[in-house]
């Protein structure tokens, strides 16, 4: 069988290997989409797909395909694969076990001497984490035709640099843009391994998770305009702090998503900027992020809705200006039964236990799924701890997971 052909040496050997790219040693990983780190371990896994054998090319945003040519010239590919930018301080498996997962599951395919009907292309999609060009999922969103060209010149980062210069920068070329996306060839479907990164499936004690949802993001950035002044001059009866209100606005934020309804709503403030930001000034201007997720798409815009009408009234009691500028607003994703059904029958071949989940972060399956099947396997991730550099994993989960989604792949890519 394929999956007894996993081997979790090399698997740890590739995970380590591609750690060494990093901004922030022994502050976990830091490695955001287009820095040097990122370009560095770029190179590091087209090495790896080259020594492989595969065939490797590279699209205008720098997502990248390793191919398994199959055994029918005229048939539709399978994917896999996933990212490998990472969130800042971040950990060694987010996106990576994917990677290299998919990679590993070729390899076990080419020790057993077999080789599908259908190609199957191992991919990395560029910058899945949120950008500091305010732009999640930038590969596959691009593939999936929910990001424009328009958009590369729309985004820029905080220091003002504009994705699109960024990319012209590193020698990709945007201009390409329209001919390449989005995708213009069919796909048979799409297959993912992920780290759960949330505790289900290690409190159940099962190794595989067959996820049947993926939530989506909504992205908002809020400025909140003030007066800046003296904190020690400024009486609390006569201060407009922008900070203050922004606060309120975040809590305000957090109540609606922990008293929802919802079956699973998630809000977040993971960002904010205070303006000058000094001990003894009060702010006059703060700058904070939104995310908020769910699997019900009419959950998720309702919160949004009654949370503007918190921040108009919250603006008015305190005397601020506010602005809320729309980054981005994802449907959630049902992800493919027959591929579910598929994992959960090799699972079942391969006797290691499976559970069904739901995924409350997104993955770039979630682009994908809107220009093929497309289903996940995840496995478990300790403590459920991800975004973080305590992010950790038992080998043996990978090697399982690993030999499960190569079963999979090898059923699908020859139906
Ligand atoms: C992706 O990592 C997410 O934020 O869900
Ligand atoms: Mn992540
Ligand atoms: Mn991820």
């Not at 590193?170 to 201009?175: E, H, K, R, S």
Request: proline share 5%; aromatic share 6%; glycine share 10%.
């Amino acid at each position: 069988m394929i999956g007894e052909k996993v081997q979790g040496e090399e698997l740890n050997r590739w995970l380590e290997g591609i750690a060494a790219f990093n901004a922030t040693p022994g502050e976990g990983i830091t490695r955001g989409v287009y820095t040097p780190e990122f370009q560095g371990a770029r190179r590091y896994v087209k090495n790896v797909m080259i020594a492989m054998g595969l065939e490797v090319s590279e699209d205008c945003l720098g997502n990248i395909f390793g191919v398994y040519p199959g055994t029918d010239p005229d048939v539709a590919p399978v994917w896999t694969g996933s990212h490998i930018d990472t969130v800042p301080g971040g950990g060694k498996y987010d996106g990576l076990a994917g990677v290299f997962a998919g990679l590993e599951g070729v390899a076990a395919m080419i020790r057993a001497g077999v080789r599908p009907k259908r190609p199957i292309s191992v991919n990395v999609y560029a910058g899945e984490e949120m950008s500091r060009f305010g732009v999640c999922c930038i590969g596959s969103r691009a593939l999936s035709g929910r990001l424009s060209a328009a958009d590369l010149k729309d985004h820029a980062d905080p220091d003002g640099m504009r994705l699109y210069d960024k990319l012209k920068e590193l020698g990709y070329n945007p201009d390409d843009f329209d001919q390449e996306f989005p995708l213009k060839t069919k796909v048979h479907g799409s297959l993912e391994l992920h780290i759960e990164q949330n505790d289900k499936l290690e409190k159940a004690g099962v190794p595989v998770g067959v996820v049947t949802g993926i939530c989506a993001p909504t992205n908002l950035r809020c400025r909140v305009i003030g007066v800046q002044s003296h904190a020690g001059g400024t009486s609390m009866t006569d201060r407009r702090d922008a900070y203050m209100a922004a606060a309120e606005m975040s809590l305000a934020l957090e109540r609606l998503a922990q008293t929802s309804a919802s079956a699973y709503i998630t809000a977040t403030v993971g960002e904010m900027r205070l303006t000058p930001g000094a001990a003894n000034v009060i702010p006059g201007r703060a700058e904070f992020s939104v995310d908020v997720r769910s699997v019900d798409g009419d959950d998720k815009t309702e919160l949004v809705e009654l949370w503007r009408d918190e921040v108009r009234a919250i603006a008015g009691r305190r005397d601020v200006d506010v602005d809320l500028t729309p980054l981005n607003d994802d449907a959630p994703l049902t992800c493919d039964p027959h591929f579910g059904d598929v994992i959960r029958d090799q699972a079942d071949a391969l006797n290691i236990p499976h559970m069904d989940l739901i995924s409350g972060p997104y993955h770039d399956s979630l682009m994908l799924g809107d220009l093929m099947p497309a289903a996940m396997v995840f496995i478990p991730c300790k403590d459920g701890i991800s975004h973080d550099r305590k992010e950790a994993i038992d080998l043996d989960d990978l090697v399982k997971g690993t030999a499960v989604l190569a079963e999979s792949l090898y059923q699908i890519a020859n139906e």
